[in-house]
């Protein structure tokens, strides 16, 4: 049996465990065998491209009309700080399209070089996104 089997004097031999290193604990030992990213960032690129975003719509020209007439009203107002509920696009900055968003506070100035408005708490709303002002 010597012959066709060679290990047979060890087989039976208990496991040997290390009377100065400690065992390595499970969950450190799984971190060996934790998948390799080969392509860093490439998950977060192909999420990136997954992501929705919407077109900006274009006004029709009786919307604009009533947008202009709101905004001139609202610049004869602008001492009172009124309160206003603005729907407008936002542009998303990296790709192309963006998202419709609606803020409420009160409105500042509106500025006809910059061609914005300007709320109190900040926020600058180029006039060529806005969609509503209430």
Do not use: W
């Not at 465990?17 to 998950?43: I, K």
């Not at 610049?75 to 542009?91: E, Q």
């Amino acid at each position: 049996m010597e012959d066709t089997f060679p290990y047979h004097d060890i087989l039976n031999l208990p496991h040997p465990v290390s009377r100065r290193h400690p065992p390595m604990p499970a969950e450190n030992r799984a971190a060996q065998f934790a998948p390799f990213a080969a392509l860093t960032g490439y998950d977060d690129v192909i999420e990136e491209t997954g992501r929705v975003t919407d077109e900006q719509a274009v006004l029709a020209d009786d919307r604009a009309a009533y947008l202009d007439e709101r905004l001139a009203e609202l610049r004869g107002r602008l001492a009172d700080r009124p309160s206003v509920t603005v729907t407008y696009f936002a542009p998303d900055e990296k790709k192309a399209g963006g998202a419709y968003r609606t803020v409420t506070g009160h409105l500042k100035k509106i500025d006809e070089f910059e061609r914005t408005v300007v709320l109190t708490d900040g926020t600058v709303i180029p006039i060529r996104y806005l969609m509503d002002i209430t």
